[in-house]
């Protein structure tokens, strides 16, 4: 059994002469195991995360791209309207319930066969 256990685990487990010095050495075995099974969860983990980590600078590298193509798109309607067109425009922004009936269509008048 202590050759299986030594094997497997790289421990020795103490036989009835040598408990005092075995144990000891079992302890700091042990505690290697321990720091290298903690030393390994913390490569998995950085390694994980520097890989979110450069999926999210891709995102924000992609956002940028799409505002900057946004603005550029603003900035040249604004120039291709009117003035007129851009206070109507902006008095739509500033009530909301204008903007909803604007997207309803007209409502056909009401006429009564008499």
């Known amino acids: 059994m202590n050759s299986l256990a030594s094997s497997v685990f790289g421990i020795s487990i103490p036989v009835d002469g040598d408990e ?3 144990s000891g050495a ?3 075995a042990i505690d290697n195991k321990i720091e290298q099974a903690m030393d390994l969860v913390k490569s998995h983990l950085m390694y ?3 890989e979110e980590v450069e999926v999210l600078k891709e995102q924000i590298k992609e956002l940028v791209e799409r505002n900057s193509l946004l603005e550029r798109e603003n900035a040249l309607l604004k120039s291709l309207s009117n003035n007129d067109q851009l206070s ?3 008095s739509q922004q500033a009530t909301p319930s204008s903007t909803s009936q604007a997207q309803q269509p007209p409502q056909p008048p009401n006429v009564s066969s008499a």
Do not use: T
């Open 26 to 28: 079992s302890v700091v």
């Open 48 to 50: 994980a995360v520097r």
């Open 88 to 90: 109507q425009l902006s």
């Open 20 to 22: 005092d010095s075995a």
